[in-house]
């Protein structure tokens, strides 16, 4: 693929003249084919005049090329008129020689044929009307309507050819529009075949809305889109979607931004989502989606973003209201112009259109932060498939220009993932689903990340709860079956309260307990003591009357040596009163 | 046929007819254009019209107003209404039914 390319960049590639069509330069990569003509076919009400106005108009406004428009149906007034609500101003333009209006008249009852003859009438007058103002782009706006002016086929079949080979040789970029044929994509069977590119604008109905869409069914020396892809007519013009091209080569930002609820900020390994990464917030009926996708807008205009809110279920006022019964204050940031809240019933519109409106917005608003709530209404405007390629188109847009995308959806049942986001949850870098975790008799909310691209994340389901002050995530309880939610949570407590308690009252008995032990051996010390005491009392009077007995019994030997005799029966005598 | 120089001299003494003839160069089939019609005028309408070749190469501006498309026209601007005739006018009555120059058969029928 690379190479391919860098070899054709080589070689001469076929010049494109851009229409400045919102869209379709992207699908045709870069635009009709210069030089050469294009045919627009479509059924009535497909906007192929308008397409051709509008590829005029932007070649004079864009890229300065006067442009040629020959009219077979509406004069030039009425054409003027019709597209005045757009913006085109074509008396301006043609005053200011940038744009010429023919208008070709054919009635059938004045022309009289009678032998042989030509078109180079037509030629003559496109060529002068060429010539005089320079033009390089040409409109021929139905050029069936020659088909009823005159009779002869073999001649127009003819002449309808040199005309091609003639704009051609002339070096200017047509655009041929043609009613679609039963069958076939032109009623003729003609132009299809002449032309150098041609585009099917195609208007549908299904289930009562209507879209219409443009396919590129050929063009010569060129690659181009191959699909069917939507387009609108808007108060702007034509734009054909996809808006964007659809490659993922978009800038990334380091930089975070917090979900508006301190706790489930901790539950990302960065505190919050990464800036521009889209984030989708599933949750059955109930689970309070929109108050943490308002949590989120008012955190967002706290850190002085701007905040871009789509309410497809709630009116503005209502959800002011509704959200500052919760603690959060939206009012003011309406006030001060950093949010907008766009409330629209999803059926109001069809699928594209409410893209369009989005991009509109986006691009007036310039807002640091998108929430779509919810995006699951917008099943109701189109099939699975449809949504899931407008909201592919729509995370695309807002990644490419840097902006945070929070979409809520609703999913049904439990558990079981919606056909919706699992178109969509491929897209998104963050997936952060709520639900009712049904206990006995009970509902409780919880919370918990599925994904989270580019950062660790908590695995646990944390419940929250409700307060007037926001949103509170509550502290994991894990209980001998898993996390407890609820009533069970608070039994839990009770439980674990009275455990402590028990505790408690446990460890005190075991302090008295101690005290008495201390206690009793303090006295049992104090009375071995007094024991003692009285041991040392007792050891202390025989030790002195011992003292006593020995000094009297020295002195009795001293007094004997000295005078032996004369009392000698006393001693003996007293001697046994010892 | 042999009332015919009278019928349309009788009938039509106080109209006039205004032609124009559009024709882009010399091309085979203007040239058989103009010879037929000069040949129908001067039958029919013998000093009592005008003729005015207008050559779109020289002219090319006044295509528009008249609405021509097709090479080579004959637009009758007088009597009204316009009426126009494509082609190289080489079928007589159609081109004399084109112009609402009545031969006198009709005439005589009525």
């Given amino acids: 693929m690379q190479k391919k390319t860098t070899a054709s960049a080589q070689l001469i590639s076929l010049p494109k003249a851009a229409s400045g069509i919102s869209g379709l330069d992207e699908i045709t990569e870069g635009g009709l084919p210069q030089g050469r003509p294009t045919l627009i076919c479509g059924s009535a009400g497909c906007g192929k005049t308008l397409m051709g106005i509008e590829f005029l108009v932007r070649g004079v406004l864009t890229y300065n090329e006067p442009g040629v428009l020959m009219a077979f149906e509406e004069t030039a007034e009425e054409l003027a008129a019709n597209v005045a609500s757009l913006g085109f101003d074509l008396p301006a333009l043609q005053a200011s020689k940038m744009l010429r209006v023919d208008h070709v008249h054919i009635e059938r009852s004045e022309i009289e044929e009678t032998g042989e003859y030509d078109l180079e009438g037509l030629f003559i007058r496109l060529g002068y009307a060429i010539d005089s103002i320079g033009a390089k782009r040409v409109v021929l706006d139905t050029i069936e309507a020659l088909f009823s002016g005159f009779p002869n086929q073999a001649v127009l079949r003819s002449e309808i050819r040199r005309l091609f080979r003639w704009l051609k040789d002339k070096g200017v970029t047509t655009i041929i529009t043609a009613e679609r044929g039963e069958g076939s994509l032109t009623r003729q069977g003609l132009e299809e075949y002449v032309s150098d590119c041609v585009i099917l604008l195609d208007n549908r109905v299904i289930d009562q809305i209507t879209t219409r869409r443009l396919r590129i069914v050929k063009y010569r020396g060129s690659t181009h889109g191959t699909n069917e892809y939507p387009y609108l007519i808007s108060e702007d013009g034509i734009s054909v979607l996809p808006v964007t091209s659809l490659r993922l080569e978009h800038e990334v930002s380091d930089q975070i931004v917090s979900t508006g609820i301190p706790a489930l900020d901790e539950m990302f ?42 309410a497809f279920e709630e009116s503005p006022q209502q959800l002011v209201r509704n959200m500052r019964s919760v603690g959060i204050q939206l009012g003011q940031y309406i006030e001060q112009g950093t949010l907008i809240i766009e409330a629209s019933r999803p059926t109001l519109n069809g699928l594209e259109r409410h893209l369009v409106t989005i991009h509109k917005l ?42 945070t995308a929070l979409f809520t959806s609703l999913i049904s049942g439990n558990m079981q993932m919606d056909a919706t986001e699992e178109g969509v949850s491929s897209l998104v ?7 009712d975790l049904e206990g006995i008799g009970e509902r409780n909310r919880g919370l918990s990340i599925l994904k989270s691209r580019g950062m660790s994340h908590s695995n646990q389901v944390r419940e929250f709860i409700i307060t007037d ?110 | 046929m042999e009332n015919l120089p009278v019928d349309p001299t009788e009938a039509t003494e106080e109209e006039y007819w205004e032609l124009r003839l559009y024709v882009a160069g010399q091309t085979a089939k203007s040239v058989a254009a103009l010879a037929n019609l000069k040949k129908y005028c001067t039958q029919y309408l013998e000093g009592r019209y005008q003729l005015e070749v207008i050559d779109l190469l020289v002219n090319p501006q006044l295509a528009e107003g008249d609405q021509i498309l097709a090479i080579p026209t004959l637009v009758r601007k007088v009597p009204v209404p316009i009426r ?3 082609g190289d006018l080489s079928n007589e009555e159609r081109v004399l039914v084109g112009l609402d120059i009545r031969p006198a058969v009709d005439k005589a029928g009525r």
């Fill in chain 1, 269 to 310: 390994g960065r505190k919050g989502f990464y800036q521009g990464s889209s984030v989708l917030l599933t949750g059955t009926a109930g689970t309070a989606k929109t108050t943490l996708a308002a949590a989120f807008a008012q955190q967002v205009c706290r850190n002085n973003g701007r905040c871009l809110y789509f």
């Fill in chain 1, 362 to 403: 986006v691009g007036e608003f310039k807002p640091t932060a998108v929430v779509i709530d919810p995006i699951s209404n917008l099943i109701n405007v189109g099939n699975v498939n449809e949504v899931r390629s407008m909201l592919t188109r729509l995370i695309d847009f807002l990644k490419v220009n840097n902006i």
């Fill in chain 1, 429 to 435: 870098d963050t997936w952060v689903s709520v639900r």
């Fill in chain 1, 469 to 578: 002050e926001g949103v509170q995530l509550l502290d994991v309880v894990v209980g001998p079956k898993g996390i407890v939610t609820g009533a069970s949570r608070l039994a839990r407590q009770l439980q674990e309260q009275a455990q402590n308690l028990a505790a408690q009252q446990e460890l005190a008995r075991k302090d008295r307990e101690l005290e008495r032990r201390r206690r009793v051996l303090e006295a049992t010390i104090a009375n071995l003591r007094t024991e003692f005491e009285s041991v040392e009392e007792e050891f202390r009077q025989l030790n002195s009357e011992e003292q006593g007995r020995h000094e009297t019994s020295s002195q009795d030997k001293l007094r004997a040596s000295r005078t032996f005799m004369p009392t000698d029966p006393k001693p003996t005598d007293q001697q046994p009163n010892l």
């Fill in chain 2, 84 to 86: 126009k005739i494509i």
